[in-house]
């Protein structure tokens, strides 16, 4: 997540307060996995039954156009399949960390794949260890699945809501400084 940070003091603390924020958010998503895996699972869900919902009113509006019975069928399933998603929510979160561990068992394939083919360049090792640490996350995954379910997706949830948290409040913090010391009138510390 980049962010442009603005040097006004009204956007700075904003930032501030949102970087906070996130932090919070993050902290509580890791401390109660279960419960940001199942907020996740729901959010997803509604995103695809409003995804559905816009297919099939871009199938009408372009029914001319040809492909009508295609758009129509893709549209109900996206709505399909958020529904299903939001009314048996235990599944979906099972569904999603199978397929997030399939995700990363197959970018880690083609990492492995994509570094020995790079094995010539310089460096091409960054992208061996990529793979290999990619595999192995979507591995454990595998392994340990469903006793991983109920607190995987909200645990990474956690770790990356808390992570753009710190980020924010570290840009923040950083255009605060910047200003401190680029302004006339405050004096640079003498060493």
């Not at 061996?128 to 607190?151: E, K, R």
């Not at 990356?160 to 255009?175: A, E």
């Amino acid at each position: 997540m980049t962010t442009n940070i603005s040097t006004e003091p009204k956007k700075r603390n904003n930032s501030l307060i949102i970087g906070v924020l996130l932090i919070v958010l993050g902290i509580a998503s890791l401390i109660l996995p279960q419960v940001s895996t199942l907020v996740t699972e729901t959010w997803i869900a509604l995103i695809l039954a409003s995804s559905g919902v816009a297919k099939l009113v871009y199938a009408f509006q372009t029914r001319d156009q040809g492909g009508f019975i295609w758009k129509l069928l893709l549209g109900t399933l996206y709505i399909a399949t958020g529904a299903m998603l939001f009314f048996y929510p235990l599944t979906g979160v099972l569904t999603l960390t199978l397929l997030l561990g399939s995700f990363l068992l197959t970018e880690g394939v083609f990492n492995l794949i994509l570094a020995f083919r790079l094995r010539p360049q310089q460096n091409w090792t960054w992208v061996l260890v990529d793979g290999i640490v990619t595999l192995v996350l979507g591995a454990m995954i595998w392994f340990q699945f469903p006793f991983n379910a109920p607190w995987l997706i909200g645990t990474l949830v956690g770790v990356s809501i808390l992570f753009s948290g710190i980020s924010r409040l570290g840009l923040s913090l950083n255009g605060r400084s910047t200003i401190a010391s680029s302004d006339p009138s405050n004096p640079a510390p003498s060493v």
